[in-house]
């Protein structure tokens, strides 16, 4: 479901960058965005402007 949702360029290009397998960063994706989104938006409402480069700094840290 992550390839699907990410297409299949967008997970190589993260699991490159993670230094993991795509097999792999869509496995930790998958164990680590639903977190991740509860966090990121506190009662169901979308952060702010600046909230989406908090969103991708903290799924980078999360996937390294």
Do not use: C, F, Y
Not at 38 to 50: I, S
């Amino acid at each position: 479901q992550i390839q699907e949702g990410l297409g299949e360029a967008n997970l190589q290009e993260i699991a490159q960058k993670a230094g993991l397998s795509p097999e792999a960063a869509s496995s930790k994706l998958a164990e680590i965005l639903p977190a991740t989104v509860d966090t990121l938006t506190p009662e169901g409402k979308l952060p702010e402007a600046g909230g989406l480069a908090q969103a991708l700094g903290l799924l980078k840290g999360r996937l390294g």
